[in-house]
């Protein structure tokens, strides 16, 4: 249990904060397994749950009718009328989506534009997306609002310092939605909050030590959990893959001269390639995946060897269990999982190439979504009883 908490007040709002967190990345759980995983007597948890329920934040369910040894143990499951609303602006569009407690995705929607969306036509659709929803769903209860932003937010204010492909820089971007929404708003990288949302509810659940990789139109973006715990950095910097130096073998492979990695592995290129014009992931995950086009195949081929040279390393520097990949990066691997791995584990060291796993990212276009949801719970899972 948290041992932040020395009163007894304290000490029931840490342990109502468990009893939550537990129900919302877990699932929904018996009274007798929330006692087992609290360490909990079964009077006191029980006490918490109904604190909960009254709370509006879990509902009880009728336990499982097939158990038949020992007196049955009603069900705690997360409310799905509380929620999230996430927000991931993108050089062409943004997503906007409503999250409910447990990590489910209530609703998404996807809003384009012919360039960058600035601060302000953000702050436009986020209000207008809460507006219809309050207006849809009246029972529904909104936490507050996560932004997974492309770019570098400053961990101590939520600024946004620089988010080049969006053309922000030092963008007090939770500030003007606070004040417009008059509700909480919390800012993260969008890869670190997608490398959480797996950790938490994806590819990586069973992993403590997880390198995550998702590339989108913006470029490429990472996050590193190590020992469970995700890696921010001094100032909330860390995990800029994309802006690393690709170890590139041949000069046949380079593009672009004192180019970085998302330079050359890039979303743009596989669209040239494959003479598409501004579609979604499906879309393009389609036809890399049916392609036999030669021109299309080598540009594959090309970003692959570079990006599984980038792995090698990662590999090799911080001894992951599992490397999870989204966006495009999933879908070259996908083109042949089998020779992408055994490439990257050829460009490792053996000990630490023995122990990882790659995978594509399992919650797929509801990563990022899922991730800046999870930001908006945090103060909630802290202490249900502060939340509003």
């Known amino acids: 249990m948290n041992e932040r908490a020395t009163t007894v007040e304290g000490v029931r709002r840490t342990n109502l904060g468990e009893v939550l967190r537990l129900v919302h990345h877990r699932g929904a759980r018996s009274r007798a397994a929330l006692t087992a995983d609290t360490g909990l007597n079964r009077s006191t948890v029980a006490d918490l749950v109904a604190e909960l329920a009254s709370r509006g934040l879990v509902v009880e369910q009728e336990p499982d009718a097939t158990r038949r040894v020992g007196r049955p143990s009603p069900i705690v ?136 990789l998702n590339g989108g139109a913006s470029g490429i973006g990472g996050g590193l959990i190590l020992d469970g715990r995700l890696i921010a950095g001094a100032g909330g910097y860390a995990g800029e893959w994309g802006q690393t130096r690709p170890g590139i073998l041949s000069d046949a492979d380079r593009r672009t001269d004192g180019g970085v990695l998302e330079d050359e592995v890039n979303r743009a290129r596989l669209l040239q390639a494959a003479r598409l014009g501004a579609v979604d992931d499906a879309a393009l995950a389609a036809v890399l995946a049916a392609t036999s086009d030669a021109g299309v ?92």
Do not use: C, K
Request: a negative charge; glycine letters at 8%; proline letters at 7%.
């Open 77 to 212: 499951a997360p409310s799905p009328d509380v929620v999230a609303i996430a927000v991931n602006p993108e050089v062409d569009a943004i997503e906007l989506g409503a999250i409910s407690l447990g990590g489910g995705v209530r609703e998404r929607t996807r809003v384009a534009f012919s360039q960058s969306p600035q601060p302000e036509v953000v702050v436009d659709a986020v209000a207008r997306f809460v507006r219809e929803w309050r207006a849809r769903f009246p029972d529904a209860r909104i936490i507050g609002v996560g932004l997974a932003v492309p770019g570098l937010v400053r961990a101590e204010d939520g600024i946004v310092r620089l988010a080049p492909h969006l053309d922000w820089r030092d963008e007090p971007i939770a500030d003007r939605l606070a004040s417009t929404l008059d509700l909480p708003v919390s800012v993260g990288n969008d890869a670190s909050l997608g490398a959480r949302a797996e950790r938490l509810f994806g590819a990586a659940r069973e992993h403590r030590d997880v390198v995550y």
């Open 297 to 388: 195949v080598a540009e594959i081929g090309r970003q692959r060897r570079i990006l599984t040279a980038t792995l090698a390393n990662a590999v090799n520097v911080l001894n992951p269990s599992v490397v999870v990949l989204g966006g495009f990066l999933a879908m070259l691997r996908d083109r042949d999982p089998e020779g992408f791995d055994a490439d990257v584990r050829a460009g490792a060291l053996q000990a630490p190439a023995e122990q990882v796993e790659l995978r594509a990212a399992a919650l797929g276009a509801d990563r990022l979504l899922i991730g800046a949801a999870e930001a908006a719970f945090a103060p909630l899972l802290a202490d249900p009883l502060a939340a509003r």
